[in-house]
């Protein structure tokens, strides 16, 4: 399936060089990984070391509006993946 992730601008160097990269994948995960297969570089910035995602992202599936979601949820064809990037400070 064909999926749309769109990225916030401080992963966009590592990612496709643009808003948004297509990915194929049955779940978020599965997308995920093959957007870090085409794109090795944003594994680093996007997970810790012990493969978590970072704090400051979040994974979004928007298809009826826009829900937070777990790396195994179900994706279909033509969903729109958004991961956003959280402003953090203190």
């Known amino acids: 399936m064909s ?4 990225l916030p601008s401080v992963l966009q160097e590592f990612g496709c060089g643009a808003e948004a990269c297509e990915v ?17 570089n944003i594994k680093n910035h996007l997970f ?7 704090h400051i992202f979040g994974i979004y599936l928007k298809s009826d509006g826009i ?3 777990d790396l195994d949820t179900p994706v279909q064809e033509n969903d729109e993946l958004i991961i ?7």
Do not use: A, H, W, Y
Request: include cysteine; hydrophobic fraction near 35%.
């Open 84 to 90: 956003l990037s959280f402003i953090m400070g203190g």
């Open 3 to 6: 999926v749309r992730v769109k």
């Open 24 to 40: 194929t994948g049955k779940t978020v995960g599965e997308c995920i990984k093959n957007l870090e297969m085409g794109f090795p």
């Open 67 to 69: 829900q937070p979601v």
């Open 48 to 54: 810790d070391r012990q493969g978590k995602l970072l």
